[in-house]
């Protein structure tokens, strides 16, 4: 459902009679839900917004927060937690278990659960109903990954030998839904960028880990019953003629669990002080590649699943339990005191928080980060059907100019006021001016204090006229404010050609399909030279791709060219475009004038 982005048209406060009727829907929905964990979901002084999408969904957040509910239909008759509700409340919905955490790969990849990766516990496999919302999680972690809508009872699952789809996904981690929550989150360390793992806290809590883990999945292997374990190795085997996504998620549990054992294996063989030796690898890699002054403060659990896990070699698994610091807070407060990084524990959320990064201290100069190597294919006819394949991939590449109002911060670092750049390379720009002139304000690390250079190039000329200039700045601010005062361009490329510079926003390809003398259709393309398609070229394929003719005509006091094609092939020069030019859809206008 929240797969590919979707503007939401509307946004609005709830009414306190509105807020009343959400709570009073969420408690009849969920009846596991208790009145504290509602508060903690719904804070009763909290303002609630919801936001109104194009597939009539509304999204129910927490003003200043994140998406907590989300109801599919707009009527309240299908109203489900976000994973942000459920890291609050996981014991809201009943879960089904993943037989281990590659199986998340998928989850997190948009498919849907299968039957062959759910694991079935030692009291048997539960009951449920069709159409009942459950969620999904990670052996040993708590937080829940996703949550949908059962397709099938138990009781069809049974007959249907354990085979097919069993959730149907609504929403998952790393899904728009999440991404486009304002100061998304990881509720712990084990939830990466691709997959989600075991929690090193929980498990570290748990006492012995992964002995528990080793012992109750033994137990579950001994005391299963003989027939549940038969049709599990049956869906497993005849899921191959299923769909495509249940035979990638049947077929990966036996592969996964081997390389989960070789890794395990390989980890096992690392003496303690070899892994403390990885972990400060890890890290210093990471501050060197992936971690920027603008992301500062950062909560340890993001730091360690989006910079630390990301930087470990490859085939290795990171464990902080085998470390000699067993706790991450343990292992960051123990880098604190050498001076290469503060950190400041969130009584709030009880976490720890990475505040600087001092990048004058010799371990950091020191360290030569790795650059990641680039594979070369073995196969020469697989290298040059890519390459063929490449000849006509277009590559869009949004870039910016410098304003008169920001010029000047340019200059101050030494950038060229002339040059295009990326929105990365702007933030680091401002941030290196931030650096420079020391603005980060010492009592709170993630407010900027602005000085008059700064102030002007961020709201010179947009602050309404008796209105007081600002005085400082969230650092999550600044690059956005800053991109939003150049100038947009665009880069356009195809097949790894020079690129051509377009100057503000894109223009669209305009496909419209028309009636001419009789029942006779015309389809006509303009405006496909702004993304690098020759017209005669693009008319003699259609000719041969669609039997039909074609001529190319320059239009009338414009500058451009438009192909005219016999007859009514509007959805298919469409998709033509998109699969062979690689146009994005975004970028292509269709209107049909021959429906009457």
Not at 210 to 234: F, K, M, R, V, W
């Amino acid at each position: 459902m929240f797969k590919k982005a979707v503007e939401a048209k509307s946004h609005q406060r709830l009414s306190g009679a509105d807020r009343k009727k959400l709570r009073r829907t969420v408690q009849n929905r969920f009846s596991l839900l208790t009145d504290e964990l509602l508060d903690t979901i719904l804070p009763p002084k909290v303002e609630i917004t919801v936001s109104k999408f194009q597939n009539r969904v509304l999204v129910y957040s927490i003003e200043g927060g994140c998406p907590m509910f989300f109801d599919i239909d707009g009527r309240g008759n299908e109203i489900l937690p976000t994973v942000f509700a459920l890291w609050e409340a996981p014991e809201m919905l009943p879960s089904f278990m993943l037989k281990g955490g590659e199986v998340s790969r998928y989850v997190l990849g948009g498919a849907d659960l299968m039957f062959p990766g759910i694991l079935i516990p030692p009291q048997g496999f539960p009951s449920f109903s069709a159409g009942e919302i459950w969620a999904v999680k990670v052996p040993g972690n708590m937080a829940p990954i996703a949550v949908g809508f059962t397709t099938m009872s138990s009781a069809e699952a049974i007959k249907a030998g354990l085979r097919g789809k069993a959730l149907r996904i609504a929403h998952y981690y790393r899904d728009f839904l999440w991404e486009s929550a304002e100061g998304h989150y990881v509720p712990n360390a084990g939830f990466w960028e691709d997959v989600v793992m075991e929690d090193p806290a929980f498990l570290a809590a748990s006492g012995s880990g992964e002995e528990i883990s080793d012992a109750s999945a033994g137990q579950q292997t001994s005391t299963g019953n003989e027939e549940d374990e038969s049709a599990l190795e049956t869906a497993s085997t005849s899921a191959k003629n299923d769909t495509e996504e249940e035979h990638i998620v049947g077929s990966m549990n036996e592969l996964n669990l081997a390389d989960d054992a070789a890794n395990t294996e390989k980890q096992n063989t690392l003496s303690t002080e070899e892994v403390d030796a990885l972990l400060d690898q890890c890290l210093l890699q990471a501050l060197h590649t992936t971690l920027k002054e603008k992301d500062l403060p950062i909560p340890g659990s993001t730091l360690w699943a989006n910079h630390v896990l990301p930087c470990r070699p490859p085939g290795m698994t990171l464990d902080i339990k085998k470390s000699s610091h067993k706790k991450l807070s343990k292992w960051l407060q123990s880098k604190a005191s050498t001076g290469m990084i503060t950190v400041k524990e969130d009584k709030h959320k009880k976490e720890i928080v990475l505040i600087t990064v001092n990048r004058r201290h010799p371990d950091y100069s020191s360290f030569k980060p790795e650059k990641k190597k680039v594979e070369v294919s073995e196969s020469s006819g697989a290298s040059s059907t890519a390459q063929a394949q490449s000849e006509k991939m277009l590559e869009i590449i949004e870039v910016y100019k410098p304003s008169i109002h920001n010029s000047s911060i340019f200059a101050s670092v030494g950038e060229d006021k002339g040059k295009l750049y990326t929105a990365s390379e702007a933030s680091d720009v401002v941030f290196k001016y931030i650096e420079k002139e020391n603005l980060v304000k010492p009592t709170n690390k993630s407010m900027v204090v602005l000085d008059p250079m700064l102030c002007d190039a961020l709201f010179k000329g947009a602050i309404k006229k008796g209105s007081a200039y600002p005085s400082e700045i969230h650092k999550k601010d600044v690059g956005s404010t800053f991109i939003g005062r150049m100038q947009p361009h665009q880069l356009v490329m195809r097949g790894g050609g020079e690129p051509v510079v377009r100057k503000g926003a894109i223009k669209a390809v305009q496909i419209m399909t028309e009636r001419r003398q009789g029942n006779k259709k015309v389809t006509k393309v303009s405006g496909i030279e702004t993304f690098l398609i020759d017209p005669d070229s693009f008319g003699s394929e259609l000719q041969k791709k669609f039997a039909c003719s074609t001529s190319v005509t320059e239009l009338p006091g414009k500058k451009g060219y438009e192909v005219l094609i016999q007859g009514g092939v509007i959805e298919d020069v469409a998709r033509y475009m998109v699969e062979h030019y690689g146009v994005p859809k975004r970028y292509i206008e269709v209107l049909d004038k021959s429906r009457k």
